[in-house]
């Protein structure tokens, strides 16, 4: 299936069976230059894998979503920021993926973008689904990207990089403030919460 799912995208996208390899070979690069300890993040290659193998298994909507967050691994942080040459905050990121992928234009704030979509369980999270976090004393002060098997990308904090991390973590449970699914409109805007 997960071949069916990339030969599809190939079809439709000629350069996604190379950025795949690119993306596969560089993050194996990373691993070794900057080992990380895998409960905390996952992002070495085998992570990538699965990531990928979940994807093939999603919409393609989500598998769209998923690619072109993973393209975004190792960017660096920055405030403010929403392309890959300058750098991406995590609301930046988000509307990086969601413009890129979909099309679809998100407002700039985490906290703005949790009153989109409807709020999904977190037990009934898919990929492509918007996760949000209290990492700054307040409630939606962060967002990431589901990517399945309680795994999210996000960019996290000045000095990180954009990057894959478990959400079962103490760290990222403890702080876990709910979870929305954009639906697509006819537009390029997101509908408003439900």
Not at 135 to 142: A, G, Q
Request: hydrophobic residues 40%; aromatic residues 8%.
């Amino acid at each position: 299936m997960r071949f069916h799912y990339i030969a599809r995208m190939a079809h439709s996208n000629p350069s996604l069976p190379v950025i795949t390899v690119l993306l596969t070979l560089s993050l194996t690069a990373q691993a070794q230059e900057n080992p990380l300890r895998r409960s905390d993040t996952l992002s070495g290659a085998p992570a990538v894998a699965e990531v990928r193998e979940t994807a093939s298994e999603a919409s393609p909507r989500a598998g769209e979503l998923v690619f072109k967050a993973l393209s975004a691994l190792g960017v660096h942080y920055k405030f403010g920021g929403n392309r890959p040459e300058s750098g991406f905050d995590c609301s930046g990121l988000m509307r990086y993926v969601f413009w890129e992928a979909l099309g679809l234009d998100l407002p700039r704030r985490a906290v703005e973008i949790s009153r989109l979509g409807q709020d999904i369980a977190r037990d009934q999270l898919q990929p492509g689904d918007l996760v949000f976090f209290n990492t700054l004393r307040h409630t939606f002060s962060h967002v990431g990207l589901y990517l399945g098997d309680n795994r999210f990308i996000h960019a996290p904090a000045r000095g990180g990089q954009v990057r894959i991390d478990d959400m079962s973590s103490d760290y990222w449970a403890h702080r876990f403030d709910g979870a929305r699914r954009i639906a697509i409109t006819s537009g390029t805007e997101a509908e408003n919460a439900d």
